[in-house]
């Protein structure tokens, strides 16, 4: 990654009419550092990743963070992304912790995206009861991209995304589907196949919905993050087919050589802002621990 952190400013500013604190700046600083090593952890493992979301449309439209922004978000394939997960918490090492349901089981909302976390600093999202044992520090997201249906909105959904949903579901939130069955819907993975499956430890059935996904995916033209794949409008795997350095900060990111396509797709006509503060995120602290505030 080209650029230099030991340039970037620390000092207050307004940006698009926005004010830009000393502690937002050094927010950002903690969060491009975890983007640096991710981006030397990639490059020595031949893993792609994207800028995505508000780290793509700050890059494209003030080659930088979106001034109300406080997170980095990047997105992977789900083939590079599983080998992402199996090799990248043995590779960061303390004071770094790579975070999902496999690491982390005190935080059941870490389970379709991972989190790099400086645990030197402090993030604490508004709804996290968590006591020290999860850590809570400043973070960036990685997301994986999964199969997604063609047309938006969606009208047909292919059985091997119900299937995945259904999944989701047994792991996710059991009582709903059992609910489900109970009120004579009958999954399309069959009922005695989603009976068994609830009866496997949380991390099993996980596992079995990223299988399924994993599977999936080279049999699909568009992708998306599954959480999304009903809320917004589908993207072509040839958005993504190579990256673009884009300037960022100090630093340059890579883009998906698709990008304008991608942007809009996530947000239409992406060159008007719109301010939304936060990611409900109760405290933060670029320069304690969260072990200082949390017992």
């Known amino acids: 990654m080209n ?33 640096c090593l991710l981006d030397e952890f990639c490059k020595e493992n031949n893993i792609t990743y994207y800028a995505d979301y508000g780290t793509l449309l700050g890059a494209v439209r003030h080659k930088g963070f979106i001034p109300w922004d406080d997170d980095i978000d990047v997105t992977m394939t789900r083939p590079d992304y599983m080998r992402f997960i199996e090799l990248a918490p043995s590779w960061f090492k303390s004071p770094y912790f790579v975070q ?13 995206f991972t989190r790099i976390i400086d645990d030197r600093t402090t993030m604490i999202p508004k ?14 997201d990685a997301f994986p991209l999964d199969p997604a249906p063609a047309e938006f909105p969606v009208k047909e959904v292919p059985d091997i995304i119900k299937i995945a949903m259904e999944l989701w579901m047994a792991a996710a939130s059991p009582k709903t589907i059992i609910e489900d069955m109970i009120a004579g819907k009958m999954p399309v993975a069959g009922m005695d196949t989603i009976i068994d499956i609830l009866g496997l430890p949380y991390e099993d059935r996980l596992r079995l919905f990223e299988g399924i996904l994993l599977d999936a995916y080279p049999k699909f033209d568009t992708i998306h993050t599954f959480s999304n794949i009903y809320r917004h409008a589908p993207m ?60």
């Open 127 to 140: 709804d996290c009861n968590a006591g020290p044992e999860h850590h809570q520090g400043v973070f960036i």
């Open 100 to 112: 999902n349901y496999y690491t982390d089981h005190f935080d059941n909302r870490v389970t379709m």
């Open 236 to 295: 072509k795997k040839e958005w993504f087919a190579s990256t673009v350095l884009l300037p960022f900060e100090t630093i340059m990111v890579p883009a998906p050589v698709g990008y304008e396509e991608v942007l809009t797709a996530h947000y239409g006509n992406y060159s008007v802002p719109v301010v939304t503060i936060g990611h409900d995120i109760e405290f933060t602290d670029p320069d304690r621990p969260y072990t200082d505030y949390v017992s």
């Open 3 to 35: 650029g230099n952190l030991d340039n970037f400013n620390l000092e207050e500013e307004i940006r698009w009419d926005f004010l830009v604190d000393s502690k937002r700046k050094r927010l950002w600083k903690v969060e491009m550092n975890l983007l």
